[in-house]
């Protein structure tokens, strides 16, 4: 009979169209602990590499070419920045190949495109330490994987929907921490704020 979620997540005049009640938590619909084995914040990467590492571990089964388009731009406007995806399946040849066309066909250098496949629990909170700034996918934004890449250090660059809720769980995430600055609300304003970020280590550091 209920739905639990929040305020910010589920918008008021779209609850009508749910047959549950919704019942929004005040703090927030998300909780997370981090696991005994998460590893401790280490030095900024783009400080270490001399360029930025932009990142996503989401599932790619919500990756679409709107997202990849949106990514390409993204590395297009931040000269020498890479990309690193890691998800399931991307060990599988056939996968990361097809992943390297479309961003080749959108006008960027695969060489700028890591990708890999899965990781041991522990290897993937580790693997955070690579990334500098996560990029989210849309209209299906990541969770867990924003969770734990805040948990390590590494904000994200949300893309905020005006509709179904799983287009909103990064502005939800990043608001109860006080960087709502990272949800962008078109994907111009997600390429900017991508891009002034990376432009300010010191202030990612």
């Not at 000269?79 to 066309?101: N, Q, R």
Request: hydrophobic letters at 40%.
């Amino acid at each position: 009979d209920y739905r639990i979620t929040d305020e910010i997540i589920d918008l008021p005049e779209l609850r009508q169209f749910y047959t549950e009640e919704s019942v929004c938590l005040p703090g927030g619909l998300f909780c997370y602990k981090p696991p005994e084995f998460a590893p401790p914040i280490g030095p900024l990467a783009a400080k270490q590499n001399g360029y930025i590492t932009f990142g996503s571990f989401s599932n790619n089964l919500k990756i679409n070419p709107n997202t990849l388009a949106l990514w390409a731009e993204v590395l297009k406007a931040n000269d020498g920045s890479v990309l690193l995806m890691k998800f399931k399946e991307g060990g599988d040849p056939i996968m990361k190949d097809y992943y390297l066309t479309r961003f080749a066909e959108f006008g960027v250098d695969p060489k700028r495109i890591r990708i890999c496949g899965w990781k041991s629990p522990v290897e993937h909170m580790q693997l955070y330490g690579r990334v500098d700034i996560a990029l989210d996918t849309f209209p299906f934004n990541g969770c867990m994987t924003t969770l734990e890449g805040l948990w390590i250090g590494v904000p994200t660059i949300s893309l905020v929907g005006n509709g179904i809720s799983l287009s909103r769980s990064g502005l939800s995430i990043l608001s109860r921490l006080g960087l709502e600055y990272f949800a962008a609300s078109t994907p111009e304003e997600y390429i900017a704020k991508a891009t002034a970020l990376a432009r300010n280590i010191d202030g990612l550091e």
